[in-house]
């Protein structure tokens, strides 16, 4: 099994910018993609952004060209870059793991992104 902790979230205003974390513990071999997810309040959790173990990366329609995921193996660490942000962003942003499997690990505690003014 795989841990996850988010990190990274916070308050910003249009336009801004804010990169956030993800930490993977635990049987990191297991994982063949992370992906990192949305939920705003009263909507479903949708997806945002995913990147396999071998770098290929898919976004949301609604993040692509603003929105940039990235790993680095070493740390065992996802990133989210995000750019541009939009009040339509506000969310709380979880991770997840796909395992080779085709099984997903539990979610994480999330981290709340706000963009406002």
């Known amino acids: 099994q795989v841990q996850l902790v988010e990190s990274g979230g916070g308050l910003v205003q249009p336009g801004g910018s804010l990169r956030l974390s993800c930490v993977a513990s635990?049987?990191?071999?297991?994982?063949?993609?992370m992906g990192w997810y949305r939920q705003a309040p009263g909507k479903q959790r949708e997806l945002v952004a995913t990147?396999?173990?071998?770098?290929?990366?898919n976004y949301a329609d609604s993040v692509k060209g603003r929105f940039t995921i990235s790993r680095d193996n070493a740390k065992n660490t996802v990133y989210l870059q995000m750019n541009s942000l939009k009040p339509e962003d506000t969310a709380v942003y979880y991770c997840?793991?796909?395992?080779?499997?085709?099984?997903?690990?539990?979610w994480g505690q999330g981290t709340q992104v706000t963009v406002s003014s």
């Open positions: 990147i396999t173990s071998g770098g290929r990366t």
């Open positions: 635990g049987s990191i071999f297991s994982i063949y993609a």
């Open positions: 997840n793991a796909e395992y080779y499997s085709g099984s997903y690990s539990g």
